[in-house]
């Protein structure tokens, strides 16, 4: 009874020390962060979803383009975090 514990212990112990290892090797987040400059600082006191209604009146196909491969445009905080 004594020596089964100690193993399930010891096994319970390189489990979280292996989970630990897979959390703190993910990738770096790569997407481009929201510039902390004069045309976003309104966007920082905001709310999210109030922010990203206005995104668009600059980044648009007119003004500031996106890349041609840009994914779906929804939630532009969601993937673009801010500094
Ligand atoms: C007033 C116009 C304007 C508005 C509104 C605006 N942007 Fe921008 N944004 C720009 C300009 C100009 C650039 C390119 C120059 C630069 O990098 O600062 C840019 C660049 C960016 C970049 C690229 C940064 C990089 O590293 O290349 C991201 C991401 C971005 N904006 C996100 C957002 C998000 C998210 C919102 C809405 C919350 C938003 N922007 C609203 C003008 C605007
Ligand atoms: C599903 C995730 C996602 C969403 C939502 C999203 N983007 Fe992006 N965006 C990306 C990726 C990925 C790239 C290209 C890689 C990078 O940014 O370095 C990119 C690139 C950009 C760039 C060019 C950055 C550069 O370095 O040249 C701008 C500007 C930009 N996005 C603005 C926006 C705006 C504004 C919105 C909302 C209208 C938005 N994005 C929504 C993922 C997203």
């Known amino acids: ?13 390189l489990f979280c020390a292996g989970l630990l290892a897979f ?4 990738p770096e987040e790569t997407t481009a962060k929201m510039p902390h ?3 976003h600082a309104a966007f920082f ?3 999210k979803k109030e922010a990203e209604k206005h995104c668009q009146s600059c ?8 890349p041609a491969d840009h994914p779906s445009k929804n939630r532009c905080l969601f993937c673009h975090k801010r500094n």
């Open 1 to 13: 009874m004594q020596k089964k514990n100690i193993y399930l212990n010891i096994l319970f112990i």
């Open 23 to 26: 959390l703190l090797r993910a």
């Open 37 to 39: 400059d004069k045309d």
């Open 45 to 47: 006191p905001m709310g």
């Open 59 to 66: 980044h648009n196909a007119e003004g500031v383009t996106f």
